[in-house]
């Protein structure tokens, strides 16, 4: 069993910060490369940051240059530090994460519960 648990979502001013964590935890054997989806009311679930093992990240464009996606290997926990955010960031954040599982050997994505980032004034 795995499961992804986020935390630090909430509502802040446009301009503002918000740190997201996912700590992924259970029957683990590795965990290839881990990452945040949104999704905002009536639009499809869209790929915020990505980071792998190695630390190569990938992000959307929407969001370069003001969010900063990193991983703790250790503590099998990933970050998305927001700033200056806008109204259009407001949507619903999924933490995800390609994990093989003991005595599974494939590759399996996984999903957080999710939590609500809004930001308006």
């Known amino acids: 069993q795995v499961q992804l648990v986020e935390s630090g979502g909430g509502l802040v001013q446009p301009g503002g910060s918000l740190r997201l964590s996912c700590a992924a935890s259970?029957?683990?054997?590795?965990?290839?490369?881990m990452g945040w989806y949104r999704q905002a009311p009536g639009k499809q679930r869209e790929l915020v940051a990505r980071?792998?093992?190695?630390?190569?990240?990938n992000y959307a464009d929407a969001v370069k240059g003001r969010f900063t996606i990193s991983r703790d290997n250790a503590k099998n926990t990933v970050y998305l530090q927001m700033n200056s955010l806008k109204p259009e960031d407001t949507a619903a954040y999924y933490c995800?994460?390609?994990?093989?599982?003991?005595?599974?050997?494939?590759?399996?994505?996984?999903w957080g519960q999710g939590t609500q980032v809004t930001v308006s004034s």
């Open positions: 980071i792998t093992s190695g630390s190569s990240t």
């Open positions: 995800n994460a390609r994990i093989m599982a003991i005595g599974r050997p494939v590759w399996e994505d996984y």
């Open positions: 259970g029957s683990i054997f590795s965990i290839y490369a």
